[in-house]
């Protein structure tokens, strides 16, 4: 199940999170950059103030990357006794050594490493941030003016993140800019949580006042875990990337969703000369999607034709396909997955 993290400035912000049901708190001056930090007073009356009701996480502040200078803000933030530590990992020949220099404090708090889809981050740091028992690590953009998340970093290659960092036993969040449109293409991808800031503060942008209308249209958006009871047994993180809610009425009819003359350079072919290069290969697709409201408002109530083009991207990615008939077949399982889809032709020409 993907949690929703909600970055807030202090108590007050905390309580419009914790009454729209956010999953985890996170302490963040939005407008000390990136990773902003707010001061340790700040974090411990928040912490008193949310009293047990949610998970809370604080981050260090966009600081260089010195081990000493990176140890030291830690352990103010670990003194404080929140549940999570968020440090940057910006580039630098000094990654390792930040590390190393923090795995001494992964005893007493859980330690997210943070790494910044907008400044090339480099996935090969994994293995080296298990080793130094760090707890997870997540994507987020240091500059928010260039961009959202999935405008630096594609969503074929969101797999391979997520799936070598559960691989070595980390938790794995995304943030950066999301907005509405980007829930359902991430979810999907099934990570442990999405970081929101901007798109819980309306109009205002990030460094203004969260508001509690903004952070229920994410919360219906990122479905919650059954609060009573453990995990609930439906899978509603995967209904709701795929644009369902319960009770949606199949007699309201279909949307016809199309993406026409998708173009994609694809390893495809049967013959020894064709393995090794792309080829250029058309997709068209035309999904029936049953509605879920006779007066759609928002992205709750739409069927994204980008899920069909993001898992295009993925299963190409992946690579080397010898027929055009297992491409299409291929592509037509992934959106027939979808339990809003009950029909779907795909073409794919060479």
């Known amino acids: 199940m993907t949690r929703m993290l909600a970055s807030v400035t202090g108590a007050d912000e905390a309580e419009i999170a914790l009454s729209g049901g956010v999953d985890i708190v996170d302490l963040k001056d939005p407008k000390a950059g990136a990773l902003g930090a707010v001061c340790t007073q700040t974090i411990r009356r928040a912490i008193s103030f949310i009293a047990g009701r949610a998970p809370v996480s604080a981050v260090c502040g966009d600081l260089p990357m010195e081990p ?9 933030i670990v003194a404080t006794g929140v549940d999570y530590v968020k440090i940057g990992f910006f ?5 390792s050594a930040c590390a190393a220099a923090l ?7 859980k330690l997210i490493a943070v790494l910044f889809a907008d400044l090339a981050p480099d996935f090969e740091l994994l293995p080296m941030l298990a080793k130094h028992r760090f707890h997870g690590a997540m994507v987020d953009t240091a500059i928010k003016a260039n961009g959202r998340l999935l405008d630096h970093l594609p969503p074929e290659r969101i797999p391979g993140f997520i799936d070598r960092a559960k691989s070595l036993g980390l938790i794995v969040g995304l943030s950066g800019s999301l907005e509405t449109p980007d829930i359902p293409r991430l979810l999907p991808f099934a990570p442990d949580f999405l970081g929101f800031r901007g798109a819980l503060c309306g109009h205002s942008g990030r460094v203004g006042s969260i508001s509690a209308e903004a952070v229920a249209q994410i919360r219906e958006l990122v479905p919650e875990e059954s609060r009573a009871g453990g995990p609930s047994s439906v899978d509603y993180r995967l209904l709701a990337a795929r644009g369902y809610s319960p009770g949606t009425d199949t007699t309201l009819g279909t949307d016809k969703i199309f993406v026409r ?8 072919g049967a013959y020894s000369f064709e393995h090794g290069h792309t080829q250029k290969v058309r997709f068209d ?14 992205m709750r109530h739409v069927f994204s034709y980008d899920i069909i083009m993001d898992g295009i991207r993925t299963i190409v990615a992946r ?3 010898q027929l055009s008939e297992a491409l299409a077949e291929q592509v037509a399982t992934y959106i027939l997955e979808n339990p809003r889809v009950v ?4 073409r794919v020409e060479k």
């Open 68 to 76: 000493e200078t990176i140890r030291g803000k830690a352990e103010e």
């Open 91 to 95: 580039p630098s020949e000094n990654v």
């Open 319 to 321: 690579g080397h396909v």
């Open 261 to 268: 003359d998708f173009v994609l350079p694809v390893q495809i």
């Open 285 to 298: 697709v035309t999904a029936d999607v049953l509605q879920v409201t006779d007066h759609p408002e928002d």
């Open 343 to 346: 029909r779907v032709t795909v």
């Open 103 to 109: 795995e001494p404090l992964a005893a007493r708090t």
